[in-house]
């Protein structure tokens, strides 16, 4: 029988375009050293750690042996894992079931990314990622939501005005959260005149690129509940892959997360997900993926989401507090960034987001972690078990 | 030939995929102000743990044993001793020098990290553990661990 787990600290870094005053250990250690903090451990309490980055992304490889040392860490046991744009995804879900053995009493997650070292190499990404038959063509995320939010707006109505709106909101709710990145006080005239990249995606409606990091640590729940009050509980988690882009025979528009969130509210009996999860931290990599996703998630019905911008119904303190932290559009720390969710949604249930707390009791938070070009990791959390 | 799968008449065929990337890496603040001291001041500069105690150069922000923050500079003469070493004879693009040339891990006076650099103004063959050294500087510094060009036997 597994053991019931919960997130007992969190802690991240301001993320930035640049961090030119750390090195890469430095800026991890700096995320560590909040997260320590934020539970009332020392690293000496922690027993396993699991960490990574999207390292294609970094030019790096096995930064684990210069890493661990900055931390203190040498001589625990640890594991480091990648897997694009769900790493950070990957890596909780790892922290989540090396917890839930009873094996190990503190593991700690750190996750980071530090793309002002990158110079371009993530361009090839979307080829590197695929096999032969679709890496010939390679699409980034930029042209792979390009053809995504055309198809949505050719199946449901939304315009390029609906989406300038959906970025809008996302800059809005950055505002509130001093560890967001761009932080813009953009309006919609600003999104649509913006530079056009492919269109319909402008160069504000791509996730920046980002120096920062992220970490989590999780206990089995006897030490949990020993080590804080308001221990965070992992109800569930679920990960989803899905083939290369071009090769994808089914709907253009969808990704994996209907069928992960349909397997995990199944597993937890969740009937109706808007009324009985609170906060969502739902990795978006692009400003028009938000409108597919608050859809998948089971939000509202298919292809209407954009509807609820246009009714003004979403925001921290609104009907739908769809990514309060202002999401993956204001602050993308590839390998991080599944981890800055998960933070993120912790913080929502805890109650200790600050200016960008969701009114109102929190009882139940989803996060998310996207990568490639459809997989999906959810996180599902729970302030009382 | 794995069963069921069709004959290859002629060759297979295997795609080629280039992947050249430039990437950059900060040094940070703790990095920079070694590096800046070696290029201004011919200085190599250690960094001593507020908990053990220990010297450790290069230096690096947090102490590998007691993840405490570190921010005490120790001042080294740059003399130490030859810990363990290897002869490079063949040649790769990334290499630092033209083979044959040694590689040495030296024990630093006063820190208790080794530090890794090139050996030079020595006779290759008669390389010992334990021989004493000292840095060389290049005339042109520019923020570079090669601004020390090599350690050579000390008188």
Not at chain 1, 239 to 248: D, F, K
Not at chain 1, 358 to 379: C, D, F, H, S
Not at chain 2, 16 to 26: E, K, P, Q, Y
Not at chain 2, 128 to 148: A, H, N, T, W, Y
Request: net charge negative.
């Amino acid at each position: 029988m597994a053991e019931r787990i919960a997130i007992v600290g969190v802690g991240q870094t301001h993320h930035k375009s640049k961090r030119p005053d750390v090195t890469t250990a430095e800026m991890i250690a700096e995320s560590v050293e909040r997260c320590l903090e934020d539970a009332g451990l020392q690293m000496k309490d922690v027993d396993h750690l699991v960490g990574g980055s999207f390292e294609v992304a970094d030019g790096y490889h096995c930064p684990d042996k210069w890493i661990i040392p900055e931390l203190g860490a040498v001589g625990k046991a640890g594991l480091e894992l990648q897997n694009v744009g769900t790493t950070g995804g990957v890596l909780a879900v790892a922290s989540f079931n090396i917890a839930a053995t009873g094996l190990f009493d503190t593991v700690l997650c750190y996750s980071w990314q530090k793309m002002d070292e990158a110079a371009g190499a993530f361009g090839r990404g979307g080829g590197g990622a695929n096999e032969y038959w679709t890496g010939q063509f390679p699409m980034s995320p930029i042209t792979n939501f390009a053809r995504r939010t055309y198809a949505y707006m050719d199946r449901s109505g939304c315009t390029e005005e609906h989406i300038a709106m959906v970025r809008v909101k996302q800059d809005q709710c950055a505002l509130k959260n001093p560890y967001a990145q761009l932080r813009l006080g953009l309006t919609v005239e600003q999104v649509m005149s913006d530079v056009l990249l492919a269109w319909p995606i402008r160069r504000l409606h791509m996730c920046p690129t980002t120096a920062g990091a992220a970490a989590f640590i999780v206990c089995p729940e006897e030490r949990a509940k020993k080590v804080t009050d308001k221990p965070v509980w992992v109800e569930d988690w679920f990960t989803c892959h899905q083939g290369g882009a071009l090769t994808m025979a089914e709907d253009p528009t969808s990704s994996t997360l209907r069928h992960a969130c349909e397997v995990v509210y199944k597993r937890q009996n969740i009937k109706n997900p808007v009324k009985e999860i609170q906060a969502w931290e739902v990795y978006e990599p692009a400003s028009p993926a938000e409108l597919r996703w608050m859809e998948e998630v089971g939000i509202c019905e298919d292809y209407t989401a954009w509807k609820l911008f246009e009714q003004d119904k979403v925001g921290i303190d609104k009907e739908v507090p769809f990514n309060p932290s202002g999401g993956v559009t204001a602050t993308n720390p590839i390998g991080a960034t599944p981890v800055v969710r998960l933070v993120e949604a912790a913080l929502q249930v805890r109650g200790d987001a600050g200016e960008h707390q969701i009114p109102g009791k929190i009882e139940r938070a989803l996060a998310t972690g996207y990568g490639g070009q459809g997989e999906n990791v959810i996180m599902l959390l729970r302030k009382t078990l | 030939m794995a069963e069921n799968l069709p004959e290859i008449s002629s060759e297979p065929i295997v795609a080629g995929v280039t992947a050249h990337s430039n990437f950059l890496v900060s040094t940070g603040a703790t990095g920079t102000k070694f590096l800046s001291e070696l290029r201004d001041n011919k200085k190599i500069m250690g960094i001593k743990c507020p908990k053990c105690s220990k010297v450790y150069v290069p230096p690096r922000t947090h102490c590998p044993t007691c993840f405490a923050r570190m921010s005490e500079w120790v001042e080294l003469s740059g003399k130490g001793s030859l810990s363990s070493y290897t002869v490079v004879r063949y040649k790769e693009p990334y290499m630092p020098k033209e083979p044959p040339y040694a590689y040495g891990v030296i024990q630093m006076d006063g820190a208790d990290t080794g530090m890794a650099h090139i050996l030079g103004e020595v006779d290759l063959d008669k390389i010992k553990v334990g021989m004493r050294l000292e840095p060389v500087f290049k005339e042109q510094r520019e923020g570079s661990i090669l601004d020390i060009d090599y350690f050579k036997p000390s008188s």
